[in-house]
């Protein structure tokens, strides 16, 4: 199957509809019919043509969340290519091990984030996006400053051999399992039109009609909720600049958002501020996922929208694992098993296990890493311990060396490992305390100490910002 012949078939079927809301509640609101997104699918992918990007191409894309990141997704996957959503919060360290092993033949990058990429795109075709253009630019692809095409010394191994990816294939997306570096997780066609479903099915009877994008599209959970489900599903996407909780509430109220796919972290943010007039808005569904939700968040984030929290869970290599339904959730647990997924509890420590036909297809040139995630009978090791209660799971907590920040994952090994390349730093121990990254560094005895905020500033350059520890001592 191929996914994105599903949704230019749903789109087709509404083309006077708003398929997606851009900048709402700005003087430049912009709303795109399906009409125009259909025409900019077939403009991007005759760019991509133009420039041989078609079955079996490895594109990287850099960009922020608009109805370009839908419409080249699309175009790209009309074309049987095969694309890698690049955080933009992402740094060298990161950058170099994702370019590294995925080994694009074409980058799409923002204009605004060529400064961060632009050491990886030497030989490789660039596509810059402004506006609603595609760009060829020939110049970035020949930068004689490019980096190597290689990780920084110390944080990943070398990949295995370039290889053919299965042509089932939609996307490669990089993720983290507690060992210090980002692994490419094969996700087909297969798992994104099954996971939107599946996610979609957590409505149950209430038939969304306008859903807020406020996640990144870049990540999993993202791209299934706030972009295959509206496209697929007849869902007007709203696309939020910002997450300031006064703009948040304005879009919530004055474009009657009905369904909200969101993570508990952002649910704290906003439930702080939530206005007097907050229950009366049109929101029914905030449909979470991505960190534990405790029964008291339950409760207060019911109180505070006057919606039901549907709960689920997930992961990049399986989205979604398990879901509540509107109108039936079980408070404290991740919901109930999706009928695609086998799911066992390892009897050992209860590392929760999972097999399926979508399951993701491995890790892209890791072999080793991928055969050290699966059991011998090939199920997959989520690194996250749960129980069954009553048929529906209940998520404990995490066995890999990972944690969320701020609803982000974070590998704490990774920091460990960018840290011990400085001459400063003979070893560091990170750990994730009451909310906080806290490294712990042992300073060479060759290398000349450093101040914590000079260790904090060289991090800032290799590493996502989120990541940056609260302390290092």
């Known amino acids: 199957m191929n996914i994105a012949r599903e949704i230019i078939s749903a789109v087709a079927r509404r083309l006077d509809d708003e398929i997606f809301v851009e900048n709402p509640g700005m003087p430049e609101r912009r709303t795109v019919s399906g009409t125009e997104f259909l025409r900019l699918v077939r403009e991007f992918g005759a760019a991509f043509g133009e420039h041989r990007i078609g079955a079996g191409s490895r594109v990287a894309i850099c960009l922020p969340n608009s109805v370009a990141f839908a419409a080249v997704v699309t175009a790209l996957l009309e074309r049987d290519a095969v694309f890698c959503p690049v955080k933009l919060e992402f740094r060298v360290s990161e950058l170099s091990s994702i370019f590294a092993d995925f080994s694009p033949d074409a ?115 993202g791209l299934i909720g706030c972009v295959f489900v509206p496209l697929l599903y007849g869902v007007t996407a709203v696309i939020a600049r910002s997450l300031n909780p006064r703009r948040v509430f304005s879009v919530l109220s004055t474009e009657k958002i009905d369904f909200f796919p969101t993570i508990p972290e952002i649910l704290d943010l906003l439930a702080r501020f939530a206005p007097a007039d907050a229950r009366d808005f049109a929101l029914t569904i905030l449909a979470t996922g991505g960190s534990r939700l405790t029964e008291h968040q339950y409760t207060a984030f019911r109180t505070a929208f006057a919606a039901d929290v549907v709960h689920g869970y997930g992961l990049t290599e399986c989205t979604p694992v398990s879901r509540n339904f509107f109108g039936s959730t079980r408070a404290g647990t991740i919901g109930e098993v999706a009928d695609d997924i086998e799911l066992s509890l390892d009897p050992v420590d209860g590392e929760i296990l999972l097999r399926g036909r979508d399951v993701f297809s491995g890790y892209y040139r890791r072999a080793d890493e991928t055969r050290d995630a699966c059991t011998t009978d090939g199920r997959f090791r989520t690194g996250d311990l749960g129980q069954l209660r009553d048929g529906h799971l209940v998520f404990r907590c995490e066995k890999k060396r990972t944690c969320k920040a701020n609803g982000l994952l974070v590998d704490l090994r990774e920091i460990e490992l960018v840290l011990e390349q400085h001459d400063s730093v003979a070893s560091a121990s990170a750990v994730f305390d009451s909310g906080d990254i806290l490294v712990t560094v042992e300073p060479s005895e060759s290398g000349t100490a450093l101040p914590a905020a000079a260790l904090t500033e060289y991090l800032r350059f290799q590493i996502a910002p989120y990541k940056i520890p609260k302390r290092i001592s």
Do not use: K, W
Request: some cysteine; aromatic content about 8%.
């Open 107 to 221: 980058v799409v990058v923002e204009q605004a984030h060529i400064a961060t990429v632009a050491p990886f795109l030497v030989g490789r075709t660039v596509l810059v996006r402004t506006g609603d253009s595609l760009l060829f630019a020939p110049a970035l692809s020949m930068n004689a400053t490019a980096a190597p095409n290689r990780p920084v010394a110390g944080v990943a191994p070398e990949p295995d051999a370039p290889l053919d990816l299965p042509t089932s294939s939609a996307s490669v997306n990089f993720t983290y399992r507690g060992i210090g570096y980002p692994l490419g997780a094969i996700v087909p066609h297969a798992r994104y039109a099954s996971g939107a479903r599946t996610f979609f099915e957590c409505t149950a009877s209430h038939s969304p009609r306008r859903l807020l994008v406020a996640l990144p599209m870049s990540h999993i959970f």
